[in-house]
């Protein structure tokens, strides 16, 4: 007879976790959630929920719900007590005797505390381990298969949540230090051209005064021959600053002919795991009908993911960005329109956007849509900005359609 | 080529001592300035066929004295020396009414053959 009234519960439980990962975008949140909600449906004492480091190899303490703070004080707890068998990966592992099992760390305080059996759900995914919620009850019991089943679920569950944030993190990491990279090329770009003008000047000097004297000596002399040599080796350190001045340059775009929407999708692939992790919608429409031109596909490609990430974060969790291509073959463009219901951008900052280092977020370096433009203008194309505070931001692309790359040959 | 009188407008004293020597060698008159408002007196004072003017002085910017030159002088002929390794401000002040440039470092052979040439289109 209580066997209905259980399955009840334990649906609420899984249904209150499956609420808290879509309706929150904190993890912490989403892990209290589930230490509280698992303790109190398998009537234990406590429970613990830790995450692998994957850095350190050892499991921190993420959530923590009915156990003291010397619990959550205990420390990191390495991975050979844990993953020796890599076939209890999907498997909750029963602990009656806390006294010999290897696992238990401190079985006399965990005695003392009315432990009298502990409960290992791994967390685990893609048969890789990445946490582990730790249940203690003060009465031992049977378990039935549904129950463990449940645990294991509902671990699950949670291992896939902390791989979407960890992803997110890392592509966060991978798009910051893109930023910082510009910025150090930028401001190399201004160093190079000072040092330039410098070594320049002196090495006029030099090879005014060499290939002068050089008609002066005795030809086939040793002098013609030594001045023959500064006047080649200066020639040489001419080319090297021309080439460090052309590698901190903005390179020319190296355009193929290619669908615009392709492009699009790319970047979308690059920002998406983001939106969804902050539960922005992100709305694609793009044109069935699209037709190919001339195109650096990196550079249009990063100029979509700085206007996306621009977007994301111009809005509220749970926000909306739209994007959108049209054909207009009656102006024979390409359309394309980034929208978002965020913030907007004020009066007086709408005409500063593009200018380098402009920025409004501390964490900004203020060159994406400097960069942006640039692309935009390598491509014969026009960007507009209309934005409204409080109500959102709308940018809308032109880009020329041509048969043909312009200057020739197709780069590959 | 005939001998021309040559003004020589950088703050690089090693510059306009080459310029002196390779010029004079030749044949050509050369006066030397070392500041944008030394350049600019001796360009309304004296006659010149050519001026050899470096892009950044220490008081002007080279574009202020091409654009006196323009207004007072349009048929004086300017060449401008650039150390910047990159043709984007030459070509701009070409735009505004220069003869040629020179990028540094140049030899003297390029230096002669440039004001050959810019004398011969005056």
């Known amino acids: 007879m209580t066997l209905p009234i259980k399955f009840e519960n334990y649906f609420r439980v899984f249904r209150d976790i499956l609420r808290s990962i879509y309706s929150t975008t904190s993890l912490q949140e989403v892990l209290n959630v589930v230490v509280t909600k698992t303790a109190t449906v398998m009537d234990a004492k406590g429970a613990l929920l830790r995450i692998l480091n994957q850095e350190t190899q050892?499991?921190?303490?993420?959530?923590?719900?009915?156990?003291?703070?010397?619990?959550?004080?205990?420390?990191?707890?390495?991975?050979?007590?844990?993953?020796?068998?890599?076939?209890?990966?999907?498997?909750?592992?029963?602990?009656?005797?806390?006294?010999?099992?290897?696992?238990?760390?401190?079985?006399?305080?965990?005695?003392?505390?009315?432990?009298?059996?502990?409960?290992?759900?791994?967390?685990?995914?893609?048969?890789?381990?990445?946490?582990?919620?730790?249940?203690?009850?003060?009465?031992?019991?049977?378990?039935?298969?549904?129950?463990?089943?449940?645990?294991?679920?509902?671990?699950?569950?949670?291992?896939?949540?902390?791989?979407?944030?960890?992803?997110?993190?890392?592509?966060?990491?991978?798009?910051?230090?893109?930023?910082?990279?510009?910025?150090?090329?930028?401001?190399?770009?201004?160093?190079?051209?000072?040092?330039?003008?410098?070594?320049?000047?002196?090495l006029a000097g030099i090879l005014l005064f060499s290939s002068n004297m050089s008609k002066k000596v005795d030809p086939g002399s040793s002098l013609e021959k030594g001045l023959k040599i500064i006047i080649r080796e200066t020639l040489r350190c001419k080319s090297i600053i021309q080439g460090l001045l052309e590698f901190a340059r903005d390179k020319p775009p190296k355009k193929v002919m290619a669908d615009i929407n392709d492009v699009i999708r790319t970047a979308i692939g690059v920002v998406e795991n983001q939106f969804y992790v902050r539960h922005v919608s992100l709305e694609r429409h793009l044109a069935q009908d699209m037709v190919k031109t001339p195109l650096d596909k990196n550079q249009v490609e990063q100029m979509f993911i700085n206007l996306l990430l621009n977007a994301l974060h111009a809005v509220e969790d749970h926000g909306r960005v739209s994007v959108k291509s049209m054909l207009d073959s009656e102006k024979n463009q390409i359309e394309i329109e980034i929208a978002d219901n965020g913030c907007g951008i004020s009066v007086e900052n709408v005409n500063k956007i593009f200018e380098p280092f402009f920025t409004t977020r501390t964490d900004g370096t203020g060159l994406g849509l400097a960069v942006s433009y640039g692309i935009i203008e390598n491509h014969r194309g026009n960007i507009r900005v209309s934005s409204k505070l409080g109500e959102g931001t709308r940018f809308v692309i032109d880009f020329p359609i041509l048969d043909e790359i312009p200057g020739g040959k197709e780069d590959t | 080529m005939k001998p021309v009188s040559v003004l020589v407008?950088?703050?690089?004293?090693?510059?306009?001592?080459?310029?002196?020597?390779?010029?004079?060698?030749?044949?050509?008159?050369?006066?030397?300035?070392?500041?944008?408002?030394?350049?600019?007196?001796?360009?309304?004072?004296?006659?010149?066929?050519?001026?050899?003017?470096?892009?950044?002085?220490?008081?002007?910017?080279?574009?202020?004295?091409?654009?006196?030159v323009q207004e007072e002088k349009r048929r004086l002929c300017i060449i401008v020396m650039t150390g910047y390794s990159s043709i984007s401000n030459a070509v701009q002040a070409i735009k505004k009414g220069a003869s040629d440039y020179l990028a540094k470092p140049f030899t003297d052979d390029e230096l002669l053959e440039t004001i050959g040439k810019a004398c011969e289109n005056k």
């Open chain 2, 9 to 68: 407008i950088d703050d690089e004293q090693v510059i306009c001592d080459a310029c002196q020597l390779v010029l004079s060698e030749e044949g050509h008159t050369v006066t030397l300035t070392n500041t944008g408002k030394d350049g600019l007196a001796a360009i309304r004072q004296g006659t010149y066929d050519v001026v050899l003017l470096d892009m950044k002085l220490p008081d002007m910017d080279g574009m202020e004295i091409l654009k006196a």
């Open chain 1, 58 to 202: 050892q499991f921190d303490v993420g959530a923590v719900y009915g156990l003291g703070n010397h619990y959550i004080t205990k420390g990191p707890v390495s991975t050979e007590k844990l993953l020796h068998d890599p076939s209890e990966l999907h498997k909750v592992k029963i602990i009656t005797d806390i006294w010999h099992a290897p696992r238990v760390e401190y079985p006399q305080q965990a005695w003392d505390e009315g432990i009298r059996m502990i409960l290992d759900v791994p967390m685990a995914i893609e048969n890789k381990m990445r946490g582990l919620i730790r249940l203690y009850l003060t009465k031992p019991r049977t378990f039935t298969s549904d129950e463990l089943d449940f645990l294991v679920t509902v671990a699950e569950q949670c291992a896939c949540i902390i791989e979407r944030v960890r992803l997110a993190e890392n592509q966060q990491t991978h798009i910051t230090h893109l930023a910082t990279q510009m910025e150090k090329m930028s401001s190399l770009g201004r160093m190079a051209a000072g040092v330039a003008h410098e070594i320049n000047n002196p």
